[in-house]
C-alpha cells in the first residue's frame, strides 16, 4: 500500500512562495498519476494541480494558473507543488494523492491514496 506524506508547509507573507513536496513509500508511484489538493477551514476539498505518470500531463486549477507548477522526480518517488505569488486565499492544508492510473483527473474521489495534509498559510 502506497503511503504518502507531504512537507513543505508554513507561513508566509502574500506574494511570497513556497514549495510543497509528496514522498511516496511502500510502492513506486511511477506508474500513477499524481494530484494535489486543498481545503481551508469550512470549505470542501478542492483541485489545485494534476501531473500524469510520465510527467507529460498537467493540469492546473484556474485558480492557480500561472502561478502554481506541479512536477514529478520519479526516481525520487516524489511529486512536488511549486507555489509563488502566494495570496491569503491560498491559505489552505494541501493534500497529495495519487490515482492508480496512469492519466490525470481533477476529481478527488477517483485518487486511490491521500498524505495526511500540510497546512499552508498565507498573511496579508
Known amino acids: 500500500q502506497v503511503q504518502l506524506v507531504e512537507s513543505g508547509g508554513g507561513l508566509v507573507q502574500a506574494g511570497g512562495s513556497l514549495r510543497l513536496s509528496c514522498a511516496a513509500s511502500?510502492?513506486?508511484?511511477?506508474?500513477?498519476?499524481m494530484g494535489w489538493f486543498r481545503q481551508a477551514p469550512g470549505k470542501e476539498r478542492e483541485f489545485v494541480a494534476a501531473?500524469?505518470?510520465?510527467?507529460?500531463?498537467?493540469i492546473n486549477a484556474d485558480s492557480v494558473k500561472g502561478r502554481f507548477t506541479i512536477s514529478r522526480d520519479n526516481a525520487k518517488n516524489t511529486v512536488y507543488l511549486q507555489m509563488n505569488s502566494l495570496k491569503p486565499e491560498d491559505t489552505a492544508v494541501y493534500y497529495c494523492?495519487?490515482?492508480?492510473?496512469?492519466?490525470?483527473?481533477?476529481?478527488?474521489?477517483?485518487?486511490?491514496?491521500w498524505g495526511q495534509g500540510t497546512q499552508v498559510t498565507v498573511s496579508s
Open positions: 494523492a495519487t490515482r492508480l492510473k496512469f492519466s490525470v483527473v481533477v476529481t478527488a474521489s477517483l485518487y486511490d491514496y
Open positions: 511502500g510502492g513506486t508511484i511511477m506508474n500513477y498519476a
Open positions: 501531473i500524469s505518470s510520465s510527467g507529460v500531463s498537467t
